[in-house]
């Protein structure tokens, strides 16, 4: 507003190439324009179906158009009252229609649009131990996991697990790259463990389960819970493993997370890195699977190929 009181007491070419929106042009002119030689005039056309006058100065009760033209200071209130006005479900506008479960977290409805362009962190690393970052440990991990993804049980028990790689990058289920950097002693230790011959014995063993479940959206706001109170969000993800028997259902993940052979040495701190990091991801499988089944999830597993143990969280 004060600019454009500025520009309307001294206009020139500069300050009019200057506008940037409508509303500077219209209250400028407003401003500029005396109450004796208005350059402009709200016209209210005639209303031929009723008696009366049809002088386009004129409304039909008489009054002269100029006399309702309200002031500036009455017009500059009414446009700032307009464009201040806050649409109280704005929230809703950036509401997911589906996410990913690996990408939810708490209040994650909550986040700034700059907060949300950083990749969510779940949890800190204590100082005392880190998962190693090399380019060469992340890739043995994924095609590890994709091992794990394709390979028939059966097939790596009976044959191996070298056979049963060579066989999936045959049928194309892998790539040669891939072949090349699984980490087969982890693969070894993994079909040797108490976990595999629980998954075996298993009365129900469904891998690589799909699921698509709506949570309700307030649960991931703090702040404005009430405006999401009727909304979901479509929560997608995929559960490396799921046995059933009959004390319910148990969620198993595999963890590729490396550690250094120095924090190895601690490997209940590495226990406790793999619990804080994961926890959260898989309390979110836990919600979904128990609406899917209606039957409880009595225990969730970490199968670390790293560690080669399985971790109850």
């Given at each position: 507003m004060e600019k454009c009181e500025m520009y309307a007491k001294n206009p020139t070419?500069?300050?009019?190439?200057?506008?940037?929106?409508?509303?500077?042009?219209?209250m400028t002119a407003l401003k500029s324009s005396g109450e004796s030689n208005p350059c402009w005039r709200l016209v209210i056309p005639p209303d031929t179906q009723e008696t009366g006058t049809n002088d386009p100065q004129k409304g039909n009760d008489g009054i002269t158009v100029t006399d309702i033209i309200p002031d500036y200071e009455t017009c500059k209130k009414a446009v700032k009252e307009v464009l201040s006005y806050s649409y109280p479900y704005s929230a809703l506008v950036t509401l997911p229609a589906k996410i990913a479960v690996s990408k939810l977290y708490p209040d994650i409805l909550d986040e700034t649009e700059e907060r949300s362009k950083m990749p969510p962190?779940?949890?800190?690393?204590?100082?005392?131990?880190?998962i190693e970052k090399k380019a060469s440990a992340a890739e043995k991990g994924?095609?590890?996991?994709?091992?794990l993804q394709f390979c028939d049980f059966d097939l790596s028990e009976k044959?191996?697990?070298?056979?049963?790689?060579?066989?999936?990058?045959?049928?194309?289920?892998?790539s040669e790259r891939v072949l090349s950097e699984i980490n087969y002693s982890d693969l070894n230790a993994f079909f040797s463990s108490p976990l595999f011959a629980q998954m075996k014995n298993a009365k129900e063993c469904r891998r690589e389960f799909r699921f698509n479940?709506?949570?309700?959206?307030?649960?991931?706001?703090?702040?404005?819970?009430?405006?999401?109170e009727d909304e979901n969000i479509l929560v997608q993800g995929v559960v490396d493993c799921l046995i059933e028997d009959e004390r319910g259902i148990k969620i198993i993940d595999y963890k590729t997370d490396r550690f250094s052979e120095y924090h190895m040495r601690d490997r209940e701190k590495c226990r406790k890195v793999l619990r804080e990091r994961h926890s959260?991801?898989?309390?979110?499988?836990?919600?979904?699977?128990?609406s899917?089944?209606?039957?409880?999830?009595?225990?969730?597993?970490i199968y670390s190929l790293c560690l080669r143990e399985e971790i109850v969280l």
């Open positions: 070419d500069f300050s009019l190439s200057h506008f940037t929106s409508y509303a500077q042009m219209i962190a779940l949890t800190e690393v204590p100082d005392s131990i880190e994924t095609a590890t996991h994709l091992f044959y191996g697990v070298e056979k049963e790689a060579q066989r999936l990058f045959e049928c194309k289920y892998i479940v709506n949570f309700p959206a307030s649960d991931f706001s703090s702040v404005n819970p009430p405006v999401f959260r991801q898989l309390g979110y499988y836990k919600k979904a699977i128990e899917l089944f209606s039957r409880p999830v009595y225990e969730i597993s």
